[in-house]
């Protein structure tokens, strides 16, 4: 097979046995440690990406991603407002909306919570469906005057499928001779749902009708109009959008963005510190390098006399050098993926299971283009090192280096 007579010198001294075997331990040090370094970003990074996305699930899965909606949060002709905005990129579901601050009241507690008015009959998300453990989101309907409650908030008021409870809210309070007095009313628990994040605890989901009941609005209003995303992340069609003067939009940033953002900095830092393994070992293919072009004098003296030029001689070292890291990205890369897609079995069998004491498993999540640019940031940072020690082979003076031979 022919090979450009750079590359296959170049491949030689790779294969080659070399006088200095302290030479040749550095240029294997540096192979492992590019391995290292690719297979940490790629094992981190996936364990990172499958727990930002399942935090997105969790707590973005039943909360609206985006609503619209006015000062007064009173919008008695919310069909009208569909209309006029129109259909809207990545949106996967919409549906009118009541919501607000209340106070939930049992025998033993009374508790601040935020009620979810939703019309499951236009939509609802599939994340809080999946979550449902007891009861059935069917079982929101109106009239009937039934609500959807957190596991933990069950817990911490006591009470359980089919057990009533009072639900007191400040909107659609009415003036007395005694004063002012809340809205409220009794509803029965008709279902309790587990999302794994803090809705468990703080939101209890009814019916829209009952909740515009419960609030006193006009019949047929909501406060708000909710839309569910395929991607929370792709919000770029509502920043464009433009609405009357009296509404304005709103989305999940306001209240979890931080949340997020934290998560993000956190991969982005991690990815950063484990950059630096890549970022030593290529400095030991320099090195490496270095101490080959000095062992290798001689045989490039008499290469530079048979007429090779200075490209090819600079062309053979960086052959020689960006093999460690072509071996070393790829390689790390099979290895990276392997230990992703068996880490909790892996965990287990060496003891460390502690996350999954919990219930749960570390979540994985591969990105391609992820994956594709760690591999070739790799490779491309071993071929800038090899670029000084190559063109120190190709300043040697042939008559200087054979003077003694």
Not at 276 to 286: H, Q, R
Not at 290 to 300: A, F, H, I, R
Not at 340 to 361: K, R, S
Not at 398 to 403: S, T
């Amino acid at each position: 097979m022919f090979y450009p007579l750079s590359l296959f010198i170049g491949l030689r001294y790779t294969k080659a046995k070399r006088s200095n075997g302290f030479v040749s331990f550095v240029s294997l040090f540096s192979t492992g440690g590019i391995l290292l370094g690719v297979m940490s970003l790629i094992l981190v990074l996936s364990v990172m990406n499958g727990f930002e996305e399942k935090q997105k699930k969790r707590v973005l899965g039943a909360i609206p991603h985006v609503v619209i909606t006015n000062q007064a949060q009173l919008l008695p002709d919310w069909q009208s407002v569909m209309r006029d905005i129109g259909d809207i990129a990545n949106v996967e579901g919409v549906s009118a909306m009541v919501n607000a601050e209340a106070m939930v009241q049992t025998p033993k507690q009374l508790r601040a919570v935020e009620i979810q008015g939703i019309f499951p009959e236009q939509w609802a998300p599939n994340t809080l469906k999946q979550a449902i453990n007891l009861g059935r989101l069917d079982n929101l309907t109106a009239g009937s005057y039934s609500v959807l409650i957190g596991s933990e908030l069950a817990k911490e008021l006591d009470i359980g499928l089919n057990d009533k409870l009072r639900i007191i809210s400040t909107r659609g309070s009415v003036f007395t001779p005694l004063g002012r007095l809340p809205s409220q009313r009794n509803f029965v628990v008709a279902g309790i749902f587990t999302l794994g994040s803090e809705a468990d605890a703080n939101q209890i989901f009814l019916h829209g009708a009952d909740a515009a009941r419960l609030m006193r609005l006009p019949k047929g209003a909501a406060t708000g109009i909710r839309f569910f995303l395929d991607d929370p992340f792709h919000i770029q069609g509502f920043e464009q959008l433009t609405l009357p003067q009296d509404l304005y939009v709103y989305d999940w940033r306001t209240s979890h963005g931080q949340f997020f953002q934290a998560i993000k900095m956190e991969k982005n830092m991690i990815g950063m510190l484990l950059c630096l393994i890549v970022a030593v070992a290529a400095f030991n293919i320099l090195s490496s390098s270095v101490m080959l072009v000095t062992d290798k004098e001689g045989e490039v003296a008499i290469l530079k006399t048979l007429g090779m030029s200075n490209s090819n001689i600079i062309a053979v070292f960086m052959v020689q050098g960006a093999w460690s890291g072509v071996l070393g990205a790829l390689f790390g890369a099979v290895i990276g993926m392997l230990l992703a897609l068996y880490i909790n079995p892996l965990l287990a069998f060496l003891g460390f299971d502690l996350y999954t004491a919990v219930g749960g498993q570390l979540p994985v999540l591969f990105n391609g283009w992820q994956i594709v640019n760690i591999i070739l940031g790799a490779m491309l940072l071993s071929f800038a090192a090899t670029f000084y020690p190559a063109w120190r082979a190709a300043r040697v003076k042939p008559a200087e280096a054979l003077r003694y031979e």
